[in-house]
Antibody, heavy 122, light 108 residues
Framework: VQVVESGGGLVKPGGSLRLSCAIS????????INWVRQAPGKGLEWVGR??????????DYAAPVKGRFTVSRDDSKSTMYLQMNSLNIEDTAVYYC??????????????WGQGTPVTVSS | EIVLTQSPATLSLSPGERATLSCRAS??????LAWYQQKPGQSPRLLIY???RRAAGIPARFSGSGSGTDFTLTISSLEPEDFAFYYC??????????FGQGTRLEIK
């Protein structure tokens, strides 16, 4: 399984960025995809999740990003997305894409990308 | 939101010793707790899910136990590569899923 994020970079406060996550070597039919971030020197923080097509591609978000971030998936391209709008300095972090292969309560994120850094600064 | 509290914040041990890391939840998460290992500059790696199930490829020296609000990750005999950060995550009541603040396991 290979998970590769891209799209990170430097953006000004109030700006937007779209991250991509390409997944290969894995069947995505039952997989939920999570985005998790890690601010410099800090711990892990869940950002959002998109469920499977069978689950209606339902999405959930952490409170700090709700209304500003959108997660989506395109299984035909084996690619997941995190659209980030109205970015602020507190969004500065390494963003990880993580695969939950079971798509059920419990379990764990088996497969993580290397992360893509996002820096919000004027 | 369920809060996870990990202890200790830092654990200093020598290779060959036994490590015991704790994670306490502010309310019951049943057995829906996972443990991750993260080394500096690397992404997290899943060690344990559903409190006690080892993920694929994880050595047998790693074990997890607990249910409800109290959980433990045990490393039976530390190898040099085990010195890292460890995070617990509850997967019972989300959104949101939450992580503990982490335990740093360092070489004594």
């Amino acid at each position: 399984v290979q998970v590769v994020e891209s799209g990170g970079g430097l953006v000004k406060p109030g700006g937007s960025l779209r991250l991509s996550c390409a997944i290969s070597g894995f069947s995505l039919n039952r997989a939920w995809i999570n985005w998790v971030r890690q601010a410099p020197g800090k711990g892990l923080e869940w950002v959002g999740r998109v469920k499977t097509k069978a689950d209606g591609e339902a999405t959930d978000y952490a409170a700090p990003v709700k209304g500003r971030f959108t997660v989506s998936r395109d299984d035909s391209k084996s690619t997941m997305y995190l659209q980030m709008n109205s970015l602020n300095i507190e969004d500065t972090a390494v963003y990880y894409c993580a695969v939950d292969p079971s798509g059920v309560v419990g379990g764990g994120d088996c497969c993580w990308g290397q992360g893509t850094p996002v820096t919000v600064s004027s | 939101e369920i809060v996870l509290t990990q202890s200790p914040a830092t654990l200093s041990l020598s290779p060959g010793e036994r490590a015991t890391l704790s994670c306490r939840a502010s309310q019951s998460v049943s057995v829906y707790l996972a443990w991750y290992q993260q080394k500096p500059g690397q992404s997290p790696r899943l060690l344990i899910y559903d409190a006690s199930r080892r993920a694929a490829g994880i050595p047998a020296r790693f074990s997890g136990s607990g249910s409800g609000t109290d959980f433990t990750l045990t490393i039976s005999s530390l190898e040099p590569e085990d010195f890292a950060f460890y995070y617990c995550q509850q997967r019972s009541n989300w959104p949101p899923t939450t992580f503990g603040q982490g335990t740093r396991l360092e070489i004594k």
